[in-house]
């Protein structure tokens, strides 16, 4: 599996995401997910699942030292992040957080340096490796990365919805792009699409397969799907056995139509591609 430079350590291309996953049906798929192959889980304050993650990953024969976690801040813990911080490590039952991310950038609540220090000072003592943000826009990714050393930065990012300024930038400074929603949900109109269709044929792969590769074979892009059954997370898998050409990357870069799937209230105002 492909693995990204982040600092001294190399974060997997390919992680577990955990959305929406509770409980038992959370601590399965992460442990079962853990037997199948995968090294990099996400997860957040805000799932209400950091336990279960934590659990599955102790109750897994694969050691804590090679499985990356990633933890999010919640939008109501800005002003507390670094304590949040310290609860996580409580839930999840270990020792450090590979990486620790600002959620969504909420500046009517506090200014983006205030959950920023908290996640410098919870790196400084090493109970946080790296840290970064999520759903910034290009203006506040700059605005983060001079007031801290920015690691990553995850967004919503699938063929339906480019991201050229954030990857431009994110190359330009050493930042890896970590993509959630990164199969559109399963949107008709990226699995439907001939070139996506056309790809899938000619490589004996899901459109799913396609959609993952596309995304991974991009310079530092990391993507992080949610699959509840051990069926799917095995396909998700199976995506380093062959390339997209050129044209096919280019086939499914057009598909971009600037639609998110996730834009809540709180959301920043969203800049162009």
């Known amino acids: 599996m492909k693995t990204i430079p982040i ?3 190399r974060c997997p291309a390919l992680g577990l995401g955990t959305w929406r996953l509770r409980g038992d049906a959370c601590h399965e798929a992460v442990r079962d997910g853990l037997a199948q192959g995968y090294r990099h889980i996400d997860t957040a304050q805000s799932y209400g699942n950091e336990e279960a993650v ?9 050691p804590r030292a090679d499985v990356w976690i990633t933890t999010k801040v919640a939008n109501d813990r800005h002003r507390d992040a670094e304590r949040s911080l310290h609860e996580s490590l409580e839930r999840l039952d270990t020792g450090w957080i590979d990486l620790a991310l600002v959620h969504w950038p909420l500046e009517h609540v506090a200014p983006i340096e205030v ?3 908290g996640l410098l000072n919870a790196r400084k003592d090493g109970r946080v490796r790296h840290i970064g943000v999520s759903n910034f826009t290009p ?3 700059e ?4 007031f801290a050393p920015i690691a990553c930065i995850q967004v919503e990012y699938h063929p339906l919805l480019a991201q050229d300024a954030l990857l431009a930038l994110c190359r330009e400074r050493g930042v890896m792009l970590t993509a959630y929603a990164p199969l559109a949900r399963g949107h008709e109109d990226v699995f439907g699409a001939p070139a996506v269709r056309r790809a899938a044929m000619r490589h004996g792969k899901t459109p799913a397969q396609v959609v993952l590769r596309w995304l991974i074979q991009q310079d530092r892009v990391a993507a992080i799907p949610k699959a509840a059954s051990a069926e799917h997370r095995a396909a998700n898998l199976a995506i380093d056995d062959f390339e997209l050409s050129e044209l096919e990357m280019h086939d499914i870069s057009d598909l971009n139509r600037d639609e ?3 834009d809540p209230s709180y959301a920043p105002a969203w800049a162009a591609r």
């Open 143 to 146: 605005h983060a990365l001079a």
């Open 260 to 262: 998110r799937l996730v």
């Open 139 to 141: 203006e506040q990714l």
């Open 7 to 9: 600092g001294d350590d």
């Open 54 to 62: 934590g659990r599955a990953v102790a109750d897994s024969d694969v």
């Open 115 to 117: 959950p920023l220090r």
